[in-house]
């Protein structure tokens, strides 16, 4: 370990200034193609790998997205904080491990979550898909039913007023078909929906500060305490952990991402804290 003090840095360092800088022009470009109908997310932003929409640089792109060009709230809010982690940490990393060790960790982490979420939604979604074809072999009101429950789309409007329409109208024969063209249309929409946002990196970048400073006391804003460093990198992987399993419908954060930016920091530091048992940098 280094005897480097995290409060000593107040300039910011090349890296960190422009991933900040290209993040915000980003979401300027992508504001203004969004009020011309184009979507930059289609393109730039991560689409599952069974997708027409996926492209081999969107693993790496889609670090520098945020947000919805028609939601403005939502997008300032997902910038302001994942450039606010990264200006706070991040800086402190790449003044201690140089600007292109700290790059390549960065992208590292960000590739690494990336692929955990990649391998979570491979899961999901191939169980969604394997229901979807038991169900059209029996498409009965009985099998929907349970094929709503079990894929927690209780709070989605047309699966519930198809159930609910069924559920009144049990002869309904064009039921059965209504339910099939619902389910295939929420199957596309789910596998061609674009993953946007730096937080996966991010996450990393935060794991390795508290890795390398874990009693650094951070000052938390609600309620106003100190906590140590190690203790805020524990607390978020346990709620990012716990968000994704609960998996609650409406919660459109990548929570597995985030575990994978920190998993993937985990193992980039053990190596190089392998290669370097002298001096860590």
Not at 10 to 17: E, G, L, M, T
Not at 82 to 110: D, T
Not at 216 to 230: D, G, H, N, S, V
Request: net charge neutral; with cysteine; aromatic share 18%.
């Amino acid at each position: 370990m280094t005897n480097f003090r995290p409060g000593g840095i107040d300039a910011i360092p090349p890296v960190v200034k422009n991933i900040i800088i290209i993040n915000v022009l980003m979401v300027l470009i992508q504001y203004v193609l969004g009020r011309r109908g184009i979507n930059l997310a289609d393109y730039l932003g991560l689409h599952y790998w069974a997708s027409p929409k996926f492209r081999w640089w969107q693993p790496f792109t889609h670090l520098f997205m945020h947000g919805d060009a028609n939601d403005l709230n939502l997008t300032f809010w997902h910038l302001f904080s994942n450039m606010l982690a990264l200006w706070m940490f991040g800086r402190i990393l790449e003044s201690l491990w140089g600007p292109q060790r700290f790059l390549l960790f960065y992208f590292v982490c960000g590739l690494g979550a990336a692929i955990c979420h990649m391998g979570v939604l491979t899961f999901e979604f191939s169980s969604f898909h394997n229901q979807f074809m038991h169900f059209q072999l029996n498409p009965t009101f009985v099998e929907y039913t349970h094929f709503v429950r079990e894929n927690k789309l209780d709070n989605d409007n047309v699966a519930m007023r198809i159930l609910t329409f069924w559920n009144e109208n049990p002869g309904c024969p064009e039921c059965p078909q209504y339910a099939i063209n619902f389910l295939h249309q929420y199957y596309s929409a789910m596998i061609n929906t674009a993953t946007v946002g730096a937080s996966g990196a991010v996450f990393g970048v935060l794991f390795a500060f508290g890795y390398l400073f874990p009693n650094t006391e951070l000052m938390l804003i609600f309620p106003p305490m100190p906590i140590k460093a190690k203790w805020v990198v524990a607390l978020y992987a346990l709620f990012e952990l716990t968000s994704g399993m609960q998996n609650a419908a409406g919660d459109n954060v990548a929570h597995f991402a985030h575990i994978g930016g920190m998993i993937f920091a985990f193992i980039i530091l053990r190596i190089w804290n392998s290669r370097h048992r002298n001096q860590f940098y």
